[in-house]
């Protein structure tokens, strides 16, 4: 492959790919701990808030997606940064229920 073909790729990878973890950055006016803890109470979402080792509070959906509301600098603190739900499929581990069922044959 030449050069520039090979460039193009990459680049056009890096656009799909990159598009995955794009999402918004908002205002934090909405978005308080409460209105963000109070989204984030699906299963296997995840809420955390400030504390001794970080400065945001956000939350990640069981999806991927999630928000992620302060920060260190005056304008972080401003905003929260949204991303969106990852394009790839999740991954399923083989359980020994699920390696018999595959192992079974259907008549």
């Not at 205002?27 to 979402?45: P, R």
């Not at 739900?85 to 069922?101: E, I, M, N």
């Amino acid at each position: 492959m030449q050069i520039p073909h090979l460039f193009a790729v990459a680049v056009l990878a890096c656009a799909v790919l990159g598009r995955v973890a794009f999402g918004e950055e908002v205002s934090i006016k909405g978005h308080n701990h409460d209105q963000v803890q109070g989204k984030c109470s699906g299963d296997g979402d995840v809420y955390w808030t400030e504390g001794k080792t970080g400065s945001t509070y956000g939350c990640l959906h069981a999806d991927g997606s999630g928000i992620v509301c302060s920060g260190v600098t005056a304008q972080q603190k401003k905003t929260c940064s949204t991303f969106l739900q990852a394009s790839f499929p999740k991954p399923q581990l083989q359980t020994r229920g699920l390696a018999q069922r595959a192992g079974q044959k259907k008549d």
